[in-house]
C-alpha cells in the first residue's frame, strides 16, 4: 500500500470515526435522554466545522488534490484540536483541577406561555458543566471527546505527513 492510499484511509478512518463520535453524542442525549450542558453543545461544533472538511479533503484526494488536500486537512486538525483542548478544559473541571465557566447550564427552552411557567420551571433539570452525568474507564462525555478529538487531529496530521511524503519522493524520484 502506498503512502497516498495510507494517507486516504486515514482521513476515511477519521470521517467514519468522527461521524460515530457525533452520532454517539446525540444518541446518548436523544435516546438516553443525557441533557447536555452548554459547553458539551460547544464540544460538538467542531464535528460540525471538521467533518465537512475532512469529507471535502477525501473528495480533493480522489481528484488527486492532493495540494488542496493536505491544507484542508490542516485546517481540521486545528479544528479538532481546539476540541479536544474545549474537553480538557470541562474534564478539568469536572474533576476540580480548575474552576469551570461561571455561566454553564444547561435545561429546557423558555416556557410558550406564563401560564405554565411554574410547571416548566419545576421540571426543568439544570446541567452543571462541572459536574460529569456519566464515566466510562473513568473519563466522562468531555474526556472521551478529548481523546476522541485528539485522535481525529492526529489522523489528519499523519494523512498530511503521508502526503508530503509521498511528495517529496516523487519529486526526488522525477
Not at 23 to 48: D, M, N, S
Not at 55 to 64: E, K, N, T, V
Not at 140 to 154: H, I, R
Amino acid at each position: 500500500m502506498t503512502q497516498y492510499q495510507w494517507a486516504r484511509n486515514l482521513v476515511a478512518l477519521s470521517l467514519l470515526g468522527g461521524l460515530v463520535v457525533i452520532a454517539t453524542a446525540w444518541g446518548f442525549q436523544l435516546i438516553g435522554g443525557y441533557v447536555p450542558c452548554k459547553l458539551c453543545l460547544e464540544q460538538r461544533i467542531p464535528y460540525y466545522a471538521g467533518l465537512p472538511l475532512t469529507a471535502l479533503a477525501l473528495i480533493l484526494l480522489s481528484q488527486q488534490r492532493n495540494r488542496l488536500a493536505m491544507l484542508t486537512l490542516l485546517a481540521a486538525a486545528a479544528i479538532f484540536a481546539y476540541g479536544a483542548g474545549l474537553g480538557v478544559y470541562q474534564a478539568g473541571a469536572e474533576w476540580q483541577f480548575w474552576d469551570g465557566p461561571n455561566d454553564c447550564g444547561g435545561g429546557s427552552a423558555a416556557p410558550a406561555s406564563a401560564s405554565n411557567m411554574l410547571q416548566v420551571l419545576q421540571s426543568t433539570r439544570v446541567v452543571s458543566c462541572t459536574e460529569a452525568s456519566w464515566r466510562m474507564l473513568g473519563l466522562s462525555f468531555a474526556g472521551w471527546n478529548a481523546v476522541a478529538s485528539a485522535g481525529l487531529a492526529a489522523f489528519s496530521l499523519l494523512a498530511v505527513f503521508l502526503l508530503k511524503q509521498g511528495r517529496n519522493k516523487a519529486t526526488v524520484s522525477v
